[in-house]
């Protein structure tokens, strides 16, 4: 079973900067696409951006393209997503987990979450 530590949120202001990781624990961390989701209050967890198993491809919301990049350290074990041009709209619980490549879904247990807040 995998184990998911996510950390780097925070609160900034709006056009602001934050870079989230997220540390696995076991030995098939790089077998699997790994995946960003968030979920803001009162709504479902949403999909935001993956990235393949050996970073080759990466796949974005429509709403983060162009602001957020993916990226992973196979070697460390950790997944990283730098979000640049923060808008108050991308306030939630941050998480990372295995995904489904083809269908953006997730595929196993989620961890604590970081929370990030955009101030207007």
């Known amino acids: 079973q995998v184990q998911l530590v996510e950390s780097g949120g925070g609160l900034v202001q709006t056009g602001g900067s934050l870079r989230l990781s997220c540390t696995a624990s076991?030995?098939?961390?790089?077998?699997?696409?790994m995946g960003w989701f968030r979920q803001a209050p009162g709504k479902e967890r949403e999909f935001v951006a993956a990235?393949?198993?050996?970073?080759?491809?990466?796949d974005y919301a429509d709403s983060v393209k162009g602001r957020f990049t993916i990226s992973r350290d196979n070697p460390k074990n950790t997944v990283y997503l730098q979000m640049n041009s923060l808008k108050p709209e991308d306030t939630a619980v941050y998480y990372c987990?295995?995904?489904?490549?083809?269908?953006?879904?997730?595929?196993?247990?989620w961890g604590q979450g970081t929370q990030v807040t955009v101030s207007s």
């Open positions: 990235i393949g198993w050996s970073g080759a491809s990466t």
């Open positions: 987990n295995a995904v489904a490549a083809a269908t953006r879904l997730p595929l196993g247990s």
């Open positions: 076991g030995r098939t961390f790089t077998s699997y696409a």
